[in-house]
DNA sequence: AAAGTCACCAACCGCGAGGTT
DNA sequence: AAACCTCGCGGTTGGTGACTT
Protein backbone atom coordinates (compact mmCIF):
# COMPACT_ATOMS: atom_id res chain seq x y z
CA UNK A 1 0.00 0.00 0.00
CA UNK A 2 0.90 3.48 -0.80
CA UNK A 3 4.60 4.67 -1.12
CA UNK A 4 8.06 4.92 0.66
CA UNK A 5 8.57 8.38 2.37
CA UNK A 6 9.47 11.56 0.50
CA UNK A 7 12.73 11.23 2.61
CA UNK A 8 14.98 9.91 5.21
CA UNK A 9 14.75 12.90 7.74
CA UNK A 10 18.07 11.45 9.59
CA UNK A 11 19.97 11.76 6.36
CA UNK A 12 19.25 15.13 5.31
CA UNK A 13 20.44 18.30 6.02
CA UNK A 14 18.84 21.40 7.48
CA UNK A 15 18.96 25.20 7.88
CA UNK A 16 21.18 27.55 5.56
CA UNK A 17 21.40 26.25 1.86
CA UNK A 18 24.86 26.33 0.86
CA UNK A 19 26.53 27.79 -2.62
CA UNK A 20 27.46 24.50 -3.69
CA UNK A 21 23.66 23.09 -2.61
CA UNK A 22 22.30 26.12 -4.70
CA UNK A 23 24.19 24.86 -7.79
CA UNK A 24 23.50 21.40 -7.72
CA UNK A 25 20.00 22.37 -7.56
CA UNK A 26 19.68 24.62 -10.06
CA UNK A 27 21.67 22.26 -12.57
CA UNK A 28 19.86 19.70 -11.67
CA UNK A 29 16.27 21.71 -12.53
CA UNK A 30 17.92 23.21 -15.69
CA UNK A 31 18.82 19.50 -17.11
CA UNK A 32 15.66 17.45 -15.88
CA UNK A 33 13.15 20.49 -15.01
CA UNK A 34 10.94 20.71 -12.03
CA UNK A 35 8.66 18.61 -10.67
CA UNK A 36 9.74 14.94 -9.14
CA UNK A 37 10.69 16.58 -5.50
CA UNK A 38 10.82 13.32 -4.08
CA UNK A 39 13.82 11.71 -6.21
CA UNK A 40 15.18 15.24 -6.82
CA UNK A 41 17.30 15.22 -3.78
CA UNK A 42 19.09 11.96 -4.58
CA UNK A 43 19.47 12.43 -8.25
CA UNK A 44 20.93 15.69 -7.80
CA UNK A 45 23.19 14.56 -5.15
CA UNK A 46 21.59 16.65 -2.28
CA UNK A 47 21.03 16.28 1.19
CA UNK A 48 18.04 17.32 1.62
CA UNK A 49 14.04 16.63 2.06
CA UNK A 50 12.59 17.13 -1.54
CA UNK A 51 10.34 19.59 0.26
CA UNK A 52 13.31 21.59 1.36
CA UNK A 53 14.52 22.03 -2.41
CA UNK A 54 11.11 22.55 -3.64
CA UNK A 55 10.87 25.46 -1.46
CA UNK A 56 14.46 26.71 -2.03
CA UNK A 57 13.75 26.38 -5.61
CA UNK A 58 10.14 28.46 -5.70
CA UNK A 59 11.17 31.22 -3.15
CA UNK A 60 14.89 31.75 -3.85
CA UNK A 61 16.44 30.17 -7.05
CA UNK A 62 13.96 30.20 -9.86
CA UNK A 63 15.36 32.76 -12.47
CA UNK A 64 11.85 34.69 -12.55
CA UNK A 65 11.82 35.75 -9.50
CA UNK A 66 12.23 39.43 -8.97
CA UNK A 67 14.72 40.63 -5.94
CA UNK A 68 14.51 43.74 -4.41
CA UNK A 69 12.14 46.52 -2.58
CA UNK A 70 8.33 46.42 -3.37
CA UNK A 71 7.20 49.52 -5.14
CA UNK A 72 4.49 51.56 -3.94
CA UNK A 73 2.07 50.11 -6.73
CA UNK A 74 3.20 46.85 -5.32
CA UNK A 75 1.92 47.50 -1.87
CA UNK A 76 -1.11 49.29 -2.61
CA UNK A 77 -1.70 46.11 -5.03
CA UNK A 78 -1.34 43.71 -2.17
CA UNK A 79 -3.54 45.56 0.24
CA UNK A 80 -6.59 45.78 -2.44
CA UNK A 81 -5.70 41.92 -2.79
CA UNK A 82 -5.69 41.45 0.26
CA UNK A 83 -8.52 43.02 1.42
CA UNK A 84 -10.68 41.48 -1.54
CA UNK A 85 -9.29 37.62 -0.99
CA UNK A 86 -9.56 38.18 3.04
CA UNK A 87 -8.32 35.54 5.27
CA UNK A 88 -8.44 31.70 4.67
CA UNK A 89 -12.17 31.58 5.85
CA UNK A 90 -13.46 33.11 2.59
CA UNK A 91 -15.64 30.52 1.87
CA UNK A 92 -15.37 30.13 -2.10
CA UNK A 93 -11.51 30.92 -2.25
CA UNK A 94 -11.07 28.55 0.75
CA UNK A 95 -7.72 28.67 1.93
CA UNK A 96 -6.42 30.20 -0.51
CA UNK A 97 -4.54 34.07 -0.51
CA UNK A 98 -0.65 34.70 -0.55
CA UNK A 99 -0.56 32.48 -3.35
CA UNK A 100 -3.43 33.94 -5.22
CA UNK A 101 -1.63 37.75 -4.38
CA UNK A 102 1.95 35.94 -5.36
CA UNK A 103 -0.37 35.28 -8.66
CA UNK A 104 -0.69 38.79 -9.64
CA UNK A 105 2.94 40.05 -8.62
CA UNK A 106 5.04 38.67 -11.65
CA UNK A 107 8.40 37.52 -10.00
CA UNK A 108 7.19 37.96 -6.38
CA UNK A 109 6.30 34.76 -4.21
CA UNK A 110 3.65 33.76 -2.19
CA UNK A 111 6.66 33.30 0.82
CA UNK A 112 8.36 37.04 0.42
CA UNK A 113 4.58 38.53 0.15
CA UNK A 114 3.48 36.81 3.54
CA UNK A 115 7.24 38.20 4.57
CA UNK A 116 6.44 41.78 3.38
CA UNK A 117 2.95 41.73 4.75
CA UNK A 118 3.90 40.95 8.36
CA UNK A 119 6.84 43.28 8.45
CA UNK A 120 5.77 46.07 6.43
CA UNK A 121 2.05 46.68 5.36
CA UNK A 122 0.68 45.18 8.59
CA UNK A 123 2.35 47.86 10.16
CA UNK A 124 1.38 50.50 7.84
CA UNK A 125 -2.50 49.93 8.08
CA UNK A 126 -2.11 50.13 12.07
CA UNK A 127 -0.62 53.32 11.44
CA UNK A 128 -3.41 54.64 9.36
CA UNK A 129 -5.69 53.36 11.60
CA UNK A 130 -7.08 50.26 9.84
CA UNK A 131 -7.20 47.03 11.39
CA UNK A 132 -4.56 44.89 9.00
CA UNK A 133 -6.91 41.47 9.24
CA UNK A 134 -10.08 43.11 8.08
CA UNK A 135 -9.42 46.44 6.26
CA UNK A 136 -11.72 48.46 8.35
CA UNK A 137 -11.60 51.08 10.69
CA UNK A 138 -9.10 50.20 14.38
CA UNK A 139 -12.66 51.59 16.05
CA UNK A 140 -14.36 49.85 14.18
CA UNK A 141 -12.79 46.34 13.91
CA UNK A 142 -13.33 46.10 17.84
CA UNK A 143 -16.47 47.11 17.80
CA UNK A 144 -17.57 44.59 15.44
CA UNK A 145 -15.54 42.04 17.76
CA UNK A 146 -17.07 43.08 20.84
CA UNK A 147 -20.49 42.05 19.49
CA UNK A 148 -19.25 38.66 18.41
CA UNK A 149 -19.54 40.01 14.79
CA UNK A 150 -17.01 37.45 12.53
CA UNK A 151 -14.80 40.18 10.96
CA UNK A 152 -15.16 40.51 7.35
CA UNK A 153 -12.78 38.11 5.18
CA UNK A 154 -12.45 41.57 3.62
CA UNK A 155 -13.94 41.63 0.43
CA UNK A 156 -16.41 44.12 0.80
CA UNK A 157 -15.49 45.66 -2.75
CA UNK A 158 -16.68 42.69 -4.31
CA UNK A 159 -18.47 40.27 -2.41
CA UNK A 160 -21.57 41.52 0.50
CA UNK A 161 -22.75 39.35 2.95
CA UNK A 162 -26.32 40.12 2.60
CA UNK A 163 -28.38 37.57 5.57
CA UNK A 164 -27.46 35.11 8.11
CA UNK A 165 -29.08 33.10 10.24
CA UNK A 166 -28.36 30.94 13.05
CA UNK A 167 -27.83 28.14 10.59
CA UNK A 168 -27.41 29.57 6.97
CA UNK A 169 -25.48 32.19 5.58
CA UNK A 170 -26.09 33.35 2.56
CA UNK A 171 -23.82 35.69 0.43
CA UNK A 172 -24.61 37.69 -2.48
CA UNK A 173 -22.78 38.31 -5.06
CA UNK A 174 -22.97 41.67 -7.86
CA UNK A 175 -26.79 40.38 -9.34
CA UNK A 176 -26.63 39.45 -12.88
CA UNK A 177 -29.91 39.16 -15.06
CA UNK A 178 -30.95 35.48 -15.10
CA UNK A 179 -32.09 35.90 -18.74
CA UNK A 180 -28.78 36.68 -20.11
CA UNK A 181 -27.15 34.08 -17.78
CA UNK A 182 -29.27 31.96 -19.20
CA UNK A 183 -28.03 32.98 -22.88
CA UNK A 184 -24.52 33.37 -21.91
CA UNK A 185 -23.42 30.29 -19.88
CA UNK A 186 -22.85 28.22 -22.30
CA UNK A 187 -19.80 30.35 -23.05
CA UNK A 188 -18.80 32.19 -20.17
CA UNK A 189 -15.45 31.59 -18.64
CA UNK A 190 -14.49 32.52 -15.27
CA UNK A 191 -10.62 33.45 -14.08
CA UNK A 192 -10.26 32.16 -10.13
CA UNK A 193 -6.47 32.24 -10.03
CA UNK A 194 -3.67 33.31 -12.19
CA UNK A 195 -0.60 30.80 -11.43
CA UNK A 196 2.26 31.24 -13.93
CA UNK A 197 1.62 31.63 -18.06
CA UNK A 198 0.68 28.81 -19.65
CA UNK A 199 -1.51 26.87 -17.88
CA UNK A 200 -5.36 26.74 -19.10
CA UNK A 201 -8.26 25.38 -17.55
CA UNK A 202 -11.14 25.47 -19.20
CA UNK A 203 -14.63 23.92 -18.43
CA UNK A 204 -17.56 24.83 -20.16
CA UNK A 205 -20.93 26.07 -18.13
CA UNK A 206 -23.75 23.87 -18.52
CA UNK A 207 -26.30 24.63 -15.75
CA UNK A 208 -28.89 26.63 -16.54
CA UNK A 209 -28.97 29.79 -13.80
CA UNK A 210 -26.88 28.47 -10.82
CA UNK A 211 -26.67 29.78 -8.29
CA UNK A 212 -22.77 29.46 -8.21
CA UNK A 213 -20.35 29.32 -10.78
CA UNK A 214 -17.07 27.85 -10.16
CA UNK A 215 -15.65 27.57 -13.84
CA UNK A 216 -12.04 28.30 -13.80
CA UNK A 217 -10.06 30.22 -16.34
CA UNK A 218 -6.35 30.20 -15.82
CA UNK A 219 -4.81 32.84 -17.55
CA UNK A 220 -1.55 35.10 -17.84
CA UNK A 221 -2.26 38.83 -16.45
CA UNK A 222 -3.52 40.47 -18.91
CA UNK A 223 -1.81 43.62 -19.43
CA UNK A 224 -4.35 44.87 -22.04
CA UNK A 225 -7.02 44.75 -19.62
CA UNK A 226 -5.08 47.99 -17.83
CA UNK A 227 -6.76 50.07 -21.08
CA UNK A 228 -10.08 50.83 -22.23
CA UNK A 229 -10.90 51.40 -25.86
CA UNK A 230 -12.10 54.89 -26.42
CA UNK A 231 -12.36 54.84 -29.91
CA UNK A 232 -11.59 53.07 -32.44
CA UNK A 233 -7.96 54.16 -32.06
CA UNK A 234 -7.84 55.39 -28.79
CA UNK A 235 -6.93 53.84 -25.75
CA UNK A 236 -7.66 55.30 -22.05
CA UNK A 237 -5.60 53.83 -18.93
CA UNK A 238 -7.70 52.87 -16.02
CA UNK A 239 -7.36 53.88 -12.85
CA UNK A 240 -5.62 51.76 -10.07
CA UNK A 241 -8.74 50.30 -8.88
CA UNK A 242 -10.24 49.51 -11.80
CA UNK A 243 -6.82 47.52 -12.95
CA UNK A 244 -7.64 45.20 -10.02
CA UNK A 245 -12.08 45.06 -11.04
CA UNK A 246 -12.61 47.08 -8.64
CA UNK A 247 -14.61 49.78 -10.24
CA UNK A 248 -17.14 50.24 -7.72
CA UNK A 249 -14.72 50.84 -5.38
CA UNK A 250 -14.95 54.72 -4.07
CA UNK A 251 -11.41 55.14 -4.69
CA UNK A 252 -11.87 54.54 -8.38
CA UNK A 253 -10.86 57.77 -10.43
CA UNK A 254 -11.98 57.11 -13.64
CA UNK A 255 -15.74 56.23 -12.41
CA UNK A 256 -17.35 59.30 -15.15
CA UNK A 257 -14.91 58.38 -17.84
CA UNK A 258 -16.03 54.74 -18.04
CA UNK A 259 -18.16 53.01 -20.21
CA UNK A 260 -21.04 50.69 -18.75
CA UNK A 261 -20.27 47.19 -18.20
CA UNK A 262 -20.12 45.16 -22.04
CA UNK A 263 -21.56 41.60 -21.64
CA UNK A 264 -18.65 39.55 -21.19
CA UNK A 265 -20.07 37.69 -23.84
CA UNK A 266 -20.28 40.15 -26.21
CA UNK A 267 -17.44 38.86 -28.43
CA UNK A 268 -14.02 39.26 -28.29
CA UNK A 269 -14.03 42.58 -27.73
CA UNK A 270 -14.63 41.77 -24.52
CA UNK A 271 -11.55 41.60 -22.93
CA UNK A 272 -10.18 44.77 -24.13
CA UNK A 273 -13.18 46.10 -22.11
CA UNK A 274 -10.86 45.12 -19.03
CA UNK A 275 -11.96 45.31 -15.64
CA UNK A 276 -11.40 41.26 -15.35
CA UNK A 277 -9.57 40.82 -11.84
CA UNK A 278 -10.22 36.94 -11.02
CA UNK A 279 -12.81 36.94 -12.86
CA UNK A 280 -14.98 39.16 -10.74
CA UNK A 281 -15.96 41.34 -13.73
CA UNK A 282 -19.70 42.24 -12.74
CA UNK A 283 -21.73 40.26 -14.57
CA UNK A 284 -19.03 37.56 -15.00
CA UNK A 285 -19.74 35.52 -12.04
CA UNK A 286 -22.97 35.08 -11.59
CA UNK A 287 -23.25 34.37 -7.78
CA UNK A 288 -26.29 35.60 -7.09
CA UNK A 289 -26.34 33.53 -3.84
CA UNK A 290 -24.54 30.98 -2.37
CA UNK A 291 -25.93 29.45 0.99
CA UNK A 292 -23.74 27.56 3.27
CA UNK A 293 -25.43 24.86 5.50
C1' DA B 1 32.73 49.41 22.21
C1' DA B 2 29.35 46.43 24.11
C1' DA B 3 24.79 45.06 25.04
C1' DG B 4 20.12 45.13 23.98
C1' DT B 5 16.41 45.60 20.71
C1' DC B 6 14.32 45.57 16.32
C1' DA B 7 13.48 44.20 11.59
C1' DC B 8 13.97 41.17 7.97
C1' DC B 9 13.45 36.91 5.62
C1' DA B 10 14.86 32.06 4.61
C1' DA B 11 13.51 27.91 6.17
C1' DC B 12 10.83 24.75 8.86
C1' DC B 13 6.49 22.71 10.39
C1' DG B 14 2.02 20.81 10.23
C1' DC B 15 -2.02 20.31 7.70
C1' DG B 16 -5.39 19.29 3.94
C1' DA B 17 -6.45 17.95 -0.76
C1' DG B 18 -5.83 14.92 -4.09
C1' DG B 19 -3.30 11.09 -6.20
C1' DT B 20 -1.32 6.36 -6.06
C1' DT B 21 -0.87 1.66 -4.71
C1' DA C 1 -12.02 0.94 0.00
C1' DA C 2 -8.37 1.96 2.69
C1' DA C 3 -3.79 3.19 3.55
C1' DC C 4 -0.27 5.91 2.39
C1' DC C 5 2.24 9.39 -0.27
C1' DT C 6 3.15 13.92 -2.74
C1' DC C 7 2.36 18.48 -3.31
C1' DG C 8 1.37 22.98 -2.05
C1' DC C 9 -0.36 25.93 1.29
C1' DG C 10 -0.31 29.30 5.52
C1' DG C 11 1.65 29.96 10.05
C1' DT C 12 5.63 30.24 12.69
C1' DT C 13 10.45 30.16 14.06
C1' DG C 14 15.19 31.29 14.36
C1' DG C 15 19.47 33.32 12.49
C1' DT C 16 21.50 37.51 11.21
C1' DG C 17 22.44 42.24 10.39
C1' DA C 18 21.14 47.02 11.48
C1' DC C 19 20.09 50.25 14.72
C1' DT C 20 19.75 52.29 19.38
C1' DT C 21 21.09 53.04 24.04
Redesign the pocket.
Known amino acids: ??????CEKAHT?????TKEEDDRLVAYIKAHGE????SLPKAAGLLRC???C???WI??LRPDLKRGNFSDDEDELIIKLHSLLG??TNFFLG??????IAGRLPGRT???I???W???IRRKLLNRGIDPATHRPLSESAQAGSEGTPPAAGASAAVATTATTSSTTTISFAAAACSRDQEDSKTDVKSLATPPPTVAVVKKEVEKCPDLNLELRISPPYQEQFYRETTPSGKEELCFDCRLGLESSRDCSCRGRRPLMVSISSGPKESAAGFDFLGLKSGVLDYRSLEMK
Open positions: MGRSPCNKGAWGCWRGKSRLRNYNKGFRWSLDNEKNYNTH
